[in-house]
């Protein structure tokens, strides 16, 4: 076997991997909400781990961010992106719950 056919079946390895870890999350996560129900406090807690899980296979498997110094600049511009769309996330979710807050309160 040549050393091209070893890279690909190696690859091919690496996405069947992902593709089977990122299905058993998502399978735990849709049973573990029929089983207990989404009104659970601590299902909102699995499903946030398994999603983050989740992630962390996506990110291992399918754009091979891992440790090594050539990664290294793609896993910081994903952290980066991470951090805007968290501060815009929790930054919308602050004004309006600051808005609904203030618009239930009736001056007397």
């Known amino acids: 076997m040549d050393r091209r056919t070893e890279m690909h079946r190696r690859e091919r390895r690496r996405y069947v991997i992902g593709y089977g870890g990122s299905l058993l999350l ?21 499903i946030g781990l398994l999603g983050l899980a989740q992630l962390i296979v996506q990110l291992v498997y399918f754009l091979h961010i891992d ?12 952290l980066f992106s991470t ?26």
């Open 26 to 46: 998502t399978l735990i996560v849709f049973s573990i909400a029929h089983l207990f129900g989404i009104e659970t406090r601590g299902v909102y807690l699995a």
């Open 83 to 108: 951090l805007v769309l968290l501060i815009i996330i929790l930054g919308t979710v602050w004004i309006l719950g600051n808005l609904a807050i203030r618009m239930h309160i009736h001056p007397m």
């Open 67 to 78: 440790r090594r110094r050539s990664s290294r600049e793609d896993l910081d511009l994903i």
